[in-house]
Nanobody, 123 residues
Framework: VQLQASGGGLVQAGGSLTLSCAAS????????MGWFRQAPGKEREFVAG????????NYADSVRGRFTISRDNAKNTVFLQMNSLKPEDTAVYYC?????????????????WGKGTLVTVSS
């Protein structure tokens, strides 16, 4: 599967952005999907994940209550709604797919990665 993230940009602190990740192929609904981010000089980290049917979600503590992950299997797309953005949310955001569901959102266990989209939050 090929993944393409979009929607990044420059936003002021307190603002909102919605990221999208479009997937190719017919098996999108069989993948668990996650969003990860990598800030300058830091390691990539898990942000949010969603189950195949869009029912189960997981969030990093740093974004819980501010970010919402969702998916539209009919459109092969996963979203990340980001509200109340903070300067520390500045990072390149990546979407990734877990084919078998065993990753537990561990970066090295994700099967497919898209190119990232840059989110910059100004103070």
């Amino acid at each position: 599967v090929q993944l393409q993230a979009s929607g990044g940009g420059l936003v002021q602190a307190g603002g909102s952005l919605t990221l999208s990740c479009a997937a190719s192929g017919r098996t999108f609904s069989s993948y668990m999907m996650g969003w990860f981010r990598q800030a300058p000089g830091k390691e990539r980290e898990f942000v949010a994940g969603i189950g195949r049917a869009g029912i189960g979600t997981n969030y990093a503590d740093s974004v819980r209550g501010r970010f919402t992950i969702s998916r539209d299997n009919a459109k092969n797309t996963v979203f990340l709604q980001m509200n109340s953005l903070k300067p520390e949310d500045t990072a390149v955001y990546y979407c990734a797919a877990d084919r078998l569901g065993g990753s537990r959102w561990v970066i090295s266990a994700m099967d497919y990665w898209g190119k990232g989209t840059l989110v910059t939050v100004s103070s």
